[in-house]
């Protein structure tokens, strides 16, 4: 259901020069990738930016297809390669086995940089929902650990499993995403209670987030993740880090995916391209 949706909701994607398999080595078995090349691509001594981006879904559903053309587009307003993963889903797989995908797809990438035509000076990570949260996590990880993170980008992340924010009860957010539905998911991907207070699960646990790379942050109005992506947003900016914060009033969890249907979605990924550009 969730991926035919997109025929509905998806915009035309923009034509771009190729989307090619990529099969990434992983801690258990090989994480399928597909790597996006834009027809207009920004280069320096034939190396370009490189978004790494994690799909939604809760940790649960979705794949290459469902954000297929969310790829294709952000390739081409931002100019440059996207590198979609598809890592291990709940409930076969639990927590944390797609955060350790996702670092490890993000490593490999770096390692690789030279090879796939990539600068790994202009390494950029990012997600919607799910993806959010893991984007924030790479980044959150890599402080210490590596690769050079240049940029997040964090569409309406989950960040906090307390699930306490106020915008979790509000009437207008009980549309499509729930905060039942949100539960759903959570009970599917945790093996136990303890691991929502895991910062791998919930970002916002992370005391310190200074020296972080610079980040894009989108919440959606009438969504239940609002508050916590709002919060992480002040959050990050009151450490010193960079970022771009913006609030779609009246647009709900998902809507970044219904461009044919939702004209602000066109807007919004048009705005992660110019930031992502502005990036370098």
């Known amino acids: 259901?969730?991926?035919?949706?997109?025929?509905?909701?998806?915009p035309e994607p923009p034509r771009i020069a190729s989307a090619e398999s990529v099969m990434i080595p992983g801690p258990a078995g090989s994480i399928p990738a597909r790597l996006y090349r834009p027809l207009t691509l920004r280069q320096a001594e034939g190396l370009?930016?490189?978004?790494?981006?994690?799909?939604?879904?809760?940790?649960?559903?979705?794949?290459?297809?469902?954000?297929?053309?969310?790829?294709?587009?952000?390739a081409d307003e931002g100019q440059l390669i996207v590198i979609s993963i598809d890592y291990r889903l709940a409930p076969e797989h639990k927590f944390p086995a797609a955060v350790d995908d996702a670092i490890a797809a993000t490593d490999w990438i770096s390692k690789n940089a030279r090879e796939l035509k990539i600068d790994k000076d202009r390494l950029a990570v990012g997600g919607d929902s799910a993806g959010g949260n893991l984007a924030a996590i790479v980044s959150i990880n890599a402080r210490t650990a590596g690769p050079k993170i240049s940029g997040q980008v964090l569409i309406y992340p989950a960040t906090d499993f307390s699930m306490r924010h106020p915008s979790h009860s509000e009437p207008e957010t009980d549309a499509l995403l729930t905060h039942s539905v949100i539960r759903w998911f959570r009970d599917h991907y945790f093996s136990s209670a303890a691991d929502a207070e895991d910062w791998r699960a919930?970002?916002?646990?992370?005391?310190q987030l200074s020296g972080l790379p610079p980040a894009i942050v989108l919440t959606a109005g009438a969504d239940p993740l609002r508050d916590e992506g709002d919060e992480?947003?002040?959050?990050?900016?009151?450490?010193?880090v960079p970022v771009v914060h913006r609030t779609y009033p009246g647009q709900f969890h998902g809507f970044i995916t219904m461009g044919k249907l939702l004209p602000k979605a066109n807007d919004a990924l048009r705005e992660i391209g110019n930031w992502l550009k502005a990036l370098g």
């Open 48 to 74: 370009s930016p490189c978004l790494v981006f994690f799909h939604g879904g809760g940790w649960v559903i979705g794949n290459l297809d469902s954000h297929d053309v969310v790829c294709r587009t952000i």
């Open 232 to 240: 992480f947003a002040k959050r990050l900016s009151d450490a010193g």
């Open 202 to 207: 919930s970002p916002a646990r992370v005391e």
């Open 1 to 10: 259901m969730y991926l035919a949706s997109r025929v509905v909701s998806n």
